[in-house]
């Protein structure tokens, strides 16, 4: 699946998708865009739940996208955010762990 984004270069993909509670204030400051990623809310989710897709631009790598998803992964489990959990993508945070 790939993003658009308005004003942006690249090779933009979804590589991961979050849930949170709808009330979590990340939600109010999306969409958020970054040098190495973008976060988007979709439209559709169970009620009081937001999905957020994490987009990372492929035209550096796959090695880069993989290492971009998952920072940014780990960063927002460690948030402590109400309701977080990866509805998809998880593998990102196993990627570079010891074994």
Not at 59 to 64: A, N, P, Q, Y
Not at 69 to 84: I, M, P, Q, W, Y
Request: hydrophobic share 45%.
């Amino acid at each position: 699946m790939h993003a658009s984004f308005a004003g942006s270069s690249g090779n933009w993909s979804v590589v991961a998708t979050i849930e949170v509670e709808a009330r979590v204030p990340l939600v109010m400051h999306l969409p958020k865009e970054s040098t190495g990623f973008r976060m988007m809310q979709r439209v559709t989710a169970p009620q009081g739940y937001a999905w957020v897709d994490i987009c990372v631009d492929l035209s550096s790598g796959m090695l880069h996208a993989a290492q971009v998803a998952r920072t940014v992964l780990a960063e927002l489990a460690s948030c402590n955010l109400a309701g977080f959990r990866v509805i998809s993508g998880e593998h990102y945070l196993t990627m570079g762990s010891p074994a």
